[in-house]
């Protein structure tokens, strides 16, 4: 079923001088409804820059994007971007009032999707007194509680511990399996990426655009140090750097 569509998108910003940087070139990309699909490629390629076209925090200087559904998004950035002076609960409450979702309805969401990150006792406290492995489980329960039909990811653990991140990673494809998300997921880690993702997409150097994807098909629960995510890391590895 149609998913995500990019479509010969290109975005050039602005230098001094009168010039400019191409960050992305005609890039087009089809994501499956309900895939989790991953974006790697070198260090400044455009990887943020497209999910913020996507997301439309951006505008794209030619081409479109197209979402599935009624074009619910929700977004996870690297930092959780909370709102210090809201408790927990609050800050959920401000992602819903931006939706068609009524508001005799907010408790029961809120709750829901608290409890299903695993911050149920939570509700009350304020960002700066959680870890960041739980601001950053409130960060995708903002995301959640606006039930998207697709969800941006930009590198969501790459500040945090492995074990956090690992436990992190876990409950977010169970979340997925629960709730048919498109995901699209952007790491630097190439390893993450194949625990994660039914395929990842590689992005060249700028102005960026698709090199290569490559289907994941072993089963899950997939191990960052298993046989099989070192022979798909070498194969993803080789198709970065040629």
Known sequence: MPGIEIVDVSKKYSTGGGGGVQVLDGLSLSVVEGEFRTIVGPSGCGKTTLLHLIAGL????????????????????????????????????????????????????????????????FR???????????????????????????????????????????????????????????????????REAIVLSDTISILSRKPADIIASVDITSPRPRELTDDVTADYYQRIFSKLNR
Request: proline share 5%; net charge negative.
């Open 124 to 190: 009350d406290e304020y960002p700066r007194t959680l870890s960041g492995g739980m601001q950053q489980r409130v960060a995708l329960a903002r995301a959640l509680c606006i039930e998207p039909d697709v969800l941006l990811m930009d590198e969501p653990f790459a500040s945090l511990d492995e074990i956090t991140a690992k436990d992190l990673r876990h409950d977010l494809l169970e979340l997925w399996q629960e709730n048919s998300i498109t995901i699209l997921f952007v790491t630097h880690d190439i």
């Open 58 to 121: 951006e505008s794209t200087d030619k081409g479109y994007v197209t979402l599935p559904g009624d074009g619910q998004l929700g977004f996870v950035f690297q930092e959780p971007r909370l709102l210090e002076w809201q408790t927990v609960g609050e800050n959920l409450k401000f992602a819903l009032d931006g939706t068609e979702i009524p508001k005799s309805n907010y408790d029961s969401r809120i709750t829901e999707v608290i409890e299903t990150v695993g911050l149920s006792d």
